[in-house]
């Protein structure tokens, strides 16, 4: 589970920060800063992220 850093809207990158890095976050979801994502994938130097669910901060939790 990552923090939003910069608000993240379909079609429109923006930041996440997962473990003290920033990265750039895509979703087909939006996201305002402050809320709580997973991370679904990655492409290079960005993280694909949705919402957090019970089972998926489980998972993201046994991988950090």
């Known amino acids: 589970v990552v923090s939003v850093t910069q608000a993240i809207r379909p079609g ?3 930041r996440v920060e997962f ?4 990265w ?3 979703s087909d979801q939006s996201f305002e800063p402050g809320d709580r994502v997973v991370i679904t994938g990655l ?13 998926s901060a489980a998972d993201q939790e046994a991988l950090s």
């Open 43 to 55: 492409d290079g130097i960005r993280v694909t992220v949705t919402a957090v669910s019970s089972s």
């Open 12 to 14: 429109q990158n923006g």
């Open 24 to 26: 750039q976050a895509s």
């Open 19 to 22: 473990k003290g890095a920033g």
